[in-house]
């Protein structure tokens, strides 16, 4: 049985019979329960929308601050969050916080939870002074109502030292991931989720610095305690490779980089995580850094083939893909490339007319040789234009016939590709498998 859809069908009963035995505060306590199963099982509009029920009822009853009230501000603080509704999460938090701190006996736990929440929140609307300023007062909210040694204090220098991060002040950063390490090994252990964070947090402020070796050294214990908690199968074992990767990529250790991305693309390919497209071009990007540019061209044309399968609206990524693919391929050379068949032909604009600024294309030959490319192989602009051997007539005083930028590299086996003259018309031509 699930013990949320318990709590909730319980919750539901109550809040229908309380009314009758007199209880508005019941009643009140009944929905929140609601709210807060709803918020746990994602059901985020219906747990704000029971939330939104229980602050009618309170101020109905006249009770504006009791803990209630504070909690409903939370789930409604928290759905925003999700709704990247920033300024609504902001003023929930804030308002949340207020009655906390009104509230006796003081929950320093909350109340720094809630700093937190909102300094979260404020960051995602932009104001990096008054996120500073949020997490400085969470670190201070908790070493006053809290023990020494408390780990809360360690996640608020955690999530402190993530934001100095982000903003280049890695000094600062390393100081308060490694206070926050501190706290966590001796309250949580050395194997446990906080160190293990703790530890990718040092590794990132060393990277800042350009301190590779200790970065290096932080990033392999992140992976050891991940790869033990998560028995080496998850993606965030994966994510942990690409960073490390990233690190001995600038470091100059190429062949390391290569064998750790390598691993991560694997993993994430198993798991089918949506990472794993982003990973495929970190992967293409080193190759194409160490000169091997045809294993380039298949790491983006395996990316691309991500990005179209992946729902959602990801133009932006395939624009950027195609700029990836578009900087290797001057490198792709034509040597060992045997006879295809190229069929070449002219298409008209789709609005039946030339566009304006463009010299009209009046004939266009066909070149009657056969070539055959490798599949995975993008033909680059020059063998393109020699083996097609476009002839364009011009207009006087035209600007030069543009190369032709392959726009689709296709997946075996055979495809018809498209390739596109700037200012000129598409053309088609047929990649067949190479000979066997």
């Known amino acids: 049985m699930n013990p949320l859809r318990t709590v909730r069908n319980a919750a539901q009963v109550a809040a229908s019979t309380s009314t009758r035995f007199g209880g508005r505060k019941r009643q009140a306590r009944a929905l929140l329960d609601l709210a807060l199963s709803q918020w746990k099982q994602k059901q985020h509009a219906e747990a704000r929308e029971t939330a939104e029920a229980v602050l009618e009822l309170l101020d109905s009853d006249g009770q504006r601050r009791c803990r209630e009230r504070a909690q409903c501000l939370d789930i409604i603080g928290s759905v925003a969050v999700e709704q990247a509704d920033s300024p609504l999460a902001v003023r929930c938090f804030g308002e949340a916080l207020e009655i906390e701190r009104q509230l006796r006996p003081l929950d320093w736990v909350r109340i720094t939870l809630l700093c937190r929440r909102r300094a979260e929140a ?30 809360v204090i360690g996640d608020c220098l955690a999530d402190f030292g993530t934001f ?16 926050a390490t501190e706290l966590h090994r001796a309250a949580c252990g050395l194997d446990s989720p906080e160190v293990a964070r703790d530890y990718q947090g040092l590794a990132l402020a060393f990277h800042g610095m350009g301190r590779f070796e200790e970065a290096a050294e932080y990033y392999q214990k992140a992976l050891y305690r991940r790869e033990r908690q998560l028995g080496g199968d998850g993606s965030e ?22 064998e750790l991305l390598q691993q991560a693309t694997g993993r994430l390919e198993c798991k089918g995580d949506e990472r794993l497209a982003q990973t495929l071009e970190k992967l293409g990007a ?67 007319a030339q566009p304006a600024g463009r010299p009209p294309v009046t004939e266009c030959e066909e070149d009657e040789r056969e070539y055959r490319v490798p599949i995975g192989v993008a033909p680059s602009a020059p063998l393109v234009m020699r083996h097609l051997a476009l002839k364009p007539v011009l207009v006087p005083d035209t600007p030069p016939l543009p190369a032709i930028a392959v726009a689709a590299i296709p997946e075996p086996p055979a495809a018809k590709v498209s390739a596109r003259l700037s200012g000129w018309d598409e053309l088609d031509f047929d990649l067949l498998t190479s000979a066997s």
Request: charge should be negative; proline fraction near 6%; glycine fraction near 10%.
């Open 237 to 258: 074992v994966a994510v942990l490779m690409v960073n490390l990767a990233q690190i001995y990529s600038d470091w100059g250790r190429h062949s390391s980089a290569l």
């Open 286 to 352: 080193l190759y194409g850094r160490c000169g091997r540019y045809e294993d380039a061209a298949g790491c983006y044309t395996r990316a691309r083939k991500v990005w179209i399968d992946t729902p959602g609206d990801h133009q932006a990524e395939l624009e950027g893909n195609a700029e990836l693919m578009s900087g290797i391929v001057p490198h792709l050379r034509p040597e060992g490339l045997e006879p295809p068949q190229p069929r070449v032909t002219r298409r008209p604009d789709s609005r039946g």
């Open 122 to 151: 404020t960051r995602a609307s932009g104001d990096l002074a008054g996120t500073r300023r949020l997490f400085e007062e969470a670190v201070e909210s908790a070493e006053r109502g809290l023990s020494a040694d408390h780990p």
């Open 164 to 179: 100095l991060q982000q903003t280049g002040e890695h000094g600062a950063s390393l100081a308060c991931y490694e206070r």
